[in-house]
Each structure stands twice: as C-alpha cells, then as structure tokens.
C-alpha cells in the first residue's frame, strides 16, 4: 500500500487545515488508518486514527475537541480535519496503514505503511 498526505501549510493560530492520505490500493478498506506527528526534536507522537470500515475513531487528548479523522473507501482516501489549530500542533504530519483488528491503534508499531508526510506550521 503506497499513502500520500498532502494538505499541509501555513496557518495563524484559531485556523483550519483539511490533511488528506490518498491510497494506492483497492484494499483500502480493510486498512485502519492512523494520524501521527512529529515536531522538531521530539518523538512522533499519535494524533488519530480511523478503523477500516469508518464506525471508530480514536484521538489523542491533545486534539480531541479540535481534529476530526474521516475516510472515504470509495476513493480510497482518508483525511484529518484540523480546527483550532494552535502553535503547538506545528509539525510534520504522517498518515499510516494498518491491516484492520491488528495491534494497537495508539502504536507506531502497529502500522506497516507510511505516507511521506506533510508539513503543518501553526503562526502565533
């Protein structure tokens, strides 16, 4: 499964960004997909994530309120939308794969696929 997140950009603090994670494979719908990111000199962290058939989603405390993670299997593309965007949440956004009912959603490990990611700058 090849993924490509794009939506990425420039925001002021309060604002809104739409990241999307297009997917090559027609099995897309099997996969769970997961949100991590990774600011400067920190770990990559959990964001979101969605399971395969859309009816679960999960969040990390720091966004719950504010992101909201979606997916579309008909087109194969899942997405983060992201409001109230605030300075802290700068970083590089991935979006992830991983076969559906298997490990952890809250894990890096669990995810076999890796979108390449998509830089996120949130301005004070």
């Known amino acids: 499964v090849q993924l490509q997140a794009s939506g990425g950009g420039l925001v002021q603090d309060g604002g809104s960004l739409s990241l999307s994670c297009a997917a090559s494979?027609?099995?897309?719908?099997?996969?769970?997909v997961g949100w991590f990111r990774q600011a400067p000199g920190k770990e990559r962290e959990f964001v979101a994530a969605?399971?395969?058939?859309?009816?679960?989603?999960y969040y990390a405390d720091s966004v719950k309120g504010r992101f909201t993670s979606s997916r579309d299997n008909a087109k194969n593309t899942a997405f983060l939308q992201m409001n109230s965007l605030k300075p802290e949440d700068t970083a590089v956004y991935y979006c992830?794969?991983?076969?559906?009912?298997?490990?952890?959603?809250?894990?890096?490990?669990?995810?076999?696929?890796w979108g390449q990611g998509t830089q996120v700058t949130v301005s004070s």
């Open positions: 969605i399971s395969w058939g859309g009816a679960h989603t």
């Open positions: 494979a027609r099995t897309f719908s099997s996969y769970d």
């Open positions: 992830a794969a991983k076969g559906g009912a298997s490990g952890s959603y809250y894990r890096i490990g669990s995810y076999d696929y």
